[in-house]
């Protein structure tokens, strides 16, 4: 009887694990299709982000960061110029989640600053070191721009957003 239980209470938490993924998933696969503003979009992906570490895991939340870039760049948001830049994105998203589900036992908001950072050092190193040698260097200035402190700015926006909705959640 115990094993049956058992057996139960796990596959409800994979319905629910599943069906949590599918829905952060859609949510941050269909942000860049609203709004073609990096200060709502990326506020809104990081916190997906964040929310889906917590609720369904680093990994899940992994391959959800894989998504937005992309889509991201399908809707204009970030310019077709920029697409090298997108494999970048994804790992800088891997590197949000990461640091925070390993830094989260130093409490929430001291993990969303360190992931933030540790995301916002790669993607300006990144346009650095890689991208000055690959694009023009007009456009280089301008991807410096777009991927320097406004991605610190927006993780840690994101990272507010999702302690405000997922402290909300816990009280329901």
Do not use: C, D
């Amino acid at each position: 009887m115990i094993k049956k239980i058992s057996i139960a209470l796990t596959q409800i938490n994979t319905r629910q694990k599943v069906f949590t993924f599918v829905m952060i998933l859609l949510i941050a696969g269909i942000t860049p299709f609203f709004t073609h503003l990096q200060p709502i979009t990326g506020p809104l992906v990081n916190a997906l982000l964040l929310i889906a570490t917590v609720l369904i895991g680093p990994l899940e939340a992994i391959m959800i960061g894989l998504v937005p870039s992309t889509v991201a760049l399908a809707s204009g948001t970030l310019p077709l110029p920029l697409a090298p830049m997108v494999p970048f994105i994804m790992i800088g998203n891997a590197l949000l989640v990461t640091a925070f589900h390993y830094s989260k036992k130093l409490g929430f908001l001291p993990a969303v600053v360190i992931a933030a950072l540790i995301k916002f050092v790669f993607l300006a190193g990144t346009v650095q070191l890689l991208m000055s040698t690959m694009l023009k260097s007009e456009l280089v200035a301008k991807l410096s721009i777009m991927m320097s402190w406004p991605q610190l700015i927006t993780a840690l926006t994101g990272g507010l957003i999702a302690y405000l909705l997922l402290k909300t959640l816990k009280h329901r």
